[in-house]
């Protein structure tokens, strides 16, 4: 029977063994993407629990031979499918330490160095965003979990406006909160308003056109035509397919005349703030009652994380607080941070944040975002100057959203064929990136957040893409 209490092992030995492979891992970095094997390398684990343990090395060694085969090479600096950042080396570090000390991150009395750092750590964001000093804030899982914190605030403030407190009461017999946005609101912001009762339908998108821009004569009339009552207004800053922003500081200005909570999904576009080459396009976002972005993406520490930030703490605390004569109360100074987001039980995030954080300062994300920003001005002008592909969208910030073209193709024609060349590059192994659909049209939507993506891997996204396109549709000879 291996018992973890006298097995026996050699614990060093054992992190040793996942040490070495990781410096290993980390150097190649730049190796295939997804192995053609990784499907048939996942489904061969399996089977009935044992009965007797194999012991501490056995399954370790499985997971760094068959487990490795089957897994993606999404913290490397060709994978561009999703808005997936690396991880720095002191977030590493960090990260491998907050598993070995295991904190619980609820609060101070069962770690002190968590809890600490978490208070620090968003000071420091806030310094980085350019967020006013005072405001409150709580590290989550990630943007999905931002925006329930967020939008949790906002419905506890739209429940006072009511007179009612939606913690105990809930919604029943008040009437349906308005929500309004833009086409460019994010699925995550929607999640989080169905688990919070108020439900997608909710939702009020004021659309301009077919990519989703907002309108915002529509929306002022929205807001007037309630006469007063108070309603939750969601701008996006940075949209996942072009990279694009609501103009938040015209939002900012409607909802403020209206009385309306503005709350800002900034999920990797808060990062705009970090250049002066970028920082406009978020502007008014200070304005905002709450504001939220990822860890996991432009801060590049692990999955996961991510941050809300709130105006007025105690719309937070409003809706998360919770009671019971074994938990501490929560003081200024020290905050019980599981009274202020959805997890009691939570990791200790902080770690990771605090260490890259302190360890690069605010010119190392500046030279990180600003290298995001060169290596997409870099696809687009290699896709603008080609005759094979064609360019969808402006490139505000960090993302190109592109297509493989054949000018004899219909625009059917061409749909397919870009999703077979986003299918192949899955499986191609040079990088990593499926499709998505910008005004009607399928395309690609390469997202540059990671800090070791270099020019030379963006040159190889317009090879790969052209060379894939050519292979599917071989190009026709001329009559």
């Given at each position: 029977m291996a018992d973890p209490l006298t097995d026996g092992a050699d614990v060093s030995a054992l992190l040793r063994l996942v040490a070495d492979a990781a410096a290993e891992y980390l150097s190649e970095l730049d190796g295939p993407l997804r192995l053609e094997s990784s499907d048939e390398a996942a489904e061969s684990f399996g089977g009935p629990l044992p009965e007797d343990g194999d012991g501490p090395f056995e399954p370790i060694r499985e997971l760094l031979d068959r487990g490795l085969d089957a897994h993606v090479r999404s913290s490397g600096p060709r994978f561009f499918h999703w808005?997936?950042?690396?991880?720095?080396?002191?977030?590493?570090?960090?990260?491998?330490?907050?598993?070995?000390?295991?904190?619980?991150?609820?609060?101070?009395?069962?770690?002190?160095?968590?809890?600490?750092?978490?208070?620090?750590?968003?000071?420091?964001?806030?310094?980085?965003?350019?967020?006013?000093?005072?405001?409150?804030?709580?590290?989550?899982?990630?943007?999905?979990?931002?925006?329930?914190?967020?939008?949790?605030?906002?419905?506890?403030?739209?429940?006072?406006?009511?007179?009612?407190?939606?913690?105990?009461?809930?919604?029943?017999?008040?009437?349906?909160?308005?929500?309004?946005?833009?086409?460019?609101?994010?699925v995550t912001a929607l999640k989080a308003l169905s688990?919070?009762?108020?439900?997608?339908?909710?939702?009020?998108?004021?659309?301009?056109?077919?990519?989703?821009?907002?309108?915002?004569?529509?929306?002022?009339?929205?807001l007037r035509e309630l006469g007063g009552a108070p309603a939750i207004v969601i701008g996006n800053a940075g949209e996942v397919n072009a990279g694009h922003f609501d103009p938040i500081d015209q939002i900012a200005d409607l909802t403020e005349r209206h009385g309306a909570w503005l709350h800002v999904d900034g999920a990797f576009g808060l990062f705009a703030r970090v250049s002066p080459r970028t920082a406009a396009l978020a502007d008014g976002v200070e304005r905002a009652q709450s504001v939220i972005s990822d860890g996991h993406k432009w801060l590049n520490v692990p999955y996961d994380c991510g941050f809300a930030f709130v105006r007025d703490t105690s719309h937070l605390a409003g809706a998360f607080v919770a009671g019971a004569d074994y938990l501490p109360e929560s003081e200024d100074e020290r905050p019980v941070y599981g009274f202020l987001g959805p997890e009691l039980s939570r990791r200790a995030r902080s770690l990771a944040v605090w260490a890259?954080?302190?360890?690069?300062?605010?010119?190392?994300?500046?030279?990180?975002?600003?290298?995001?920003?060169?290596?997409?001005?870099?696809?687009?002008?290699?896709?603008?100057?080609?005759?094979?592909?064609?360019?969808?969208?402006?490139?505000?910030?960090?993302?190109?959203?592109?297509?493989?073209?054949?000018?004899?193709?219909?625009?059917?024609?061409?749909?397919?064929?870009?999703?077979?060349?986003?299918?192949?590059?899955?499986k191609d192994g040079r990088v990593y990136m499926g499709t998505t659909r910008w005004a009607g049209k399928v395309a690609f939507r390469p997202a540059f957040v990671n800090f070791r993506t270099t020019r030379a891997d963006t040159e190889l996204i317009a090879e790969t893409v052209c060379d894939l396109g050519r292979q599917i549709a071989p190009v026709r000879a001329s009559a």
């Amino acid at each position: 029977m291996a018992d973890p209490l006298t097995d026996g092992a050699d614990v060093s030995a054992l992190l040793r063994l996942v040490a070495d492979a990781a410096a290993e891992y980390l150097s190649e970095l730049d190796g295939p993407l997804r192995l053609e094997s990784s499907d048939e390398a996942a489904e061969s684990f399996g089977g009935p629990l044992p009965e007797d343990g194999d012991g501490p090395f056995e399954p370790i060694r499985e997971l760094l031979d068959r487990g490795l085969d089957a897994h993606v090479r999404s913290s490397g600096p060709r994978f561009f499918h999703w808005v997936i950042g690396g991880v720095t080396p002191a977030a590493l570090a960090a990260d491998w330490l907050t598993s070995t000390i295991d904190q619980n991150a609820g609060g101070w009395d069962a770690t002190p160095i968590g809890a600490r750092l978490e208070t620090v750590s968003l000071g420091w964001l806030r310094e980085l965003f350019g967020l006013p000093a005072e405001w409150g804030g709580v590290l989550t899982t990630g943007a999905t979990m931002a925006n329930f914190a967020g939008l949790a605030a906002a419905r506890q403030w739209w429940g006072e406006q009511h007179g009612a407190d939606v913690r105990n009461t809930g919604l029943a017999g008040l009437p349906a909160v308005p929500v309004f946005t833009s086409g460019w609101v994010h699925v995550t912001a929607l999640k989080a308003l169905s688990m919070l009762g108020i439900g997608r339908h909710a939702v009020t998108n004021c659309v301009a056109d077919e990519t989703g821009r907002l309108d915002l004569d529509q929306l002022d009339r929205r807001l007037r035509e309630l006469g007063g009552a108070p309603a939750i207004v969601i701008g996006n800053a940075g949209e996942v397919n072009a990279g694009h922003f609501d103009p938040i500081d015209q939002i900012a200005d409607l909802t403020e005349r209206h009385g309306a909570w503005l709350h800002v999904d900034g999920a990797f576009g808060l990062f705009a703030r970090v250049s002066p080459r970028t920082a406009a396009l978020a502007d008014g976002v200070e304005r905002a009652q709450s504001v939220i972005s990822d860890g996991h993406k432009w801060l590049n520490v692990p999955y996961d994380c991510g941050f809300a930030f709130v105006r007025d703490t105690s719309h937070l605390a409003g809706a998360f607080v919770a009671g019971a004569d074994y938990l501490p109360e929560s003081e200024d100074e020290r905050p019980v941070y599981g009274f202020l987001g959805p997890e009691l039980s939570r990791r200790a995030r902080s770690l990771a944040v605090w260490a890259t954080l302190k360890a690069y300062g605010r010119s190392g994300y500046r030279a990180v975002v600003e290298r995001c920003l060169d290596n997409a001005a870099h696809l687009r002008d290699i896709v603008e100057q080609s005759d094979e592909l064609e360019l969808l969208a402006a490139v505000p910030l960090n993302i190109v959203c592109f297509r493989y073209r054949r000018d004899e193709l219909s625009e059917e024609e061409l749909d397919e064929l870009n999703l077979a060349i986003g299918e192949r590059s899955l499986k191609d192994g040079r990088v990593y990136m499926g499709t998505t659909r910008w005004a009607g049209k399928v395309a690609f939507r390469p997202a540059f957040v990671n800090f070791r993506t270099t020019r030379a891997d963006t040159e190889l996204i317009a090879e790969t893409v052209c060379d894939l396109g050519r292979q599917i549709a071989p190009v026709r000879a001329s009559a």
